[in-house]
């Protein structure tokens, strides 16, 4: 505040309420600075969450693609499984065939 003498009092009153307005204003743009921030942060915040959001649909469909493989898999070893077991019985099957039985009592 100025410490200047004033011829009255609504002088002095003048000057406290001019300075006393001046660093209201000066508040209000600190508020109206930090709020702009605060928003920037704010876009910045929300766009970080979205892609958050993408990774974890991006994830979850990578999860229920390798669960399908996995089953699809699954499927083609029980199949190939099966065929292999087809194949042992014939093998057995034709070697018994083979086999004359023995003479020897």
Not at 2 to 12: G, H, I, M, R, T
Not at 37 to 61: A, F, G, P, R
Not at 68 to 86: F, G, H, W, Y
Request: aromatic share 4%.
């Amino acid at each position: 505040m100025d410490f200047k003498c004033y011829s009255n009092k609504s002088d002095a009153s003048l000057v406290a309420s001019k300075t006393h307005e001046a660093d209201l204003w000066e508040r209000v743009l600190s508020l109206e600075i930090l709020i702009k921030e605060m928003e920037e942060e704010n876009i910045y915040v929300n766009n970080e969450i979205e892609d958050l959001h993408k990774t974890i649909s991006k994830l979850e469909s990578d999860v229920k693609q390798a669960e399908d493989d996995k089953n699809t898999n699954i499927s083609s070893l029980e199949r190939a499984l099966a065929r292999v077991r087809a194949l042992d019985s014939l093998i057995i099957t034709d070697l018994g065939n083979d086999v004359e039985p023995s003479s020897d009592p």
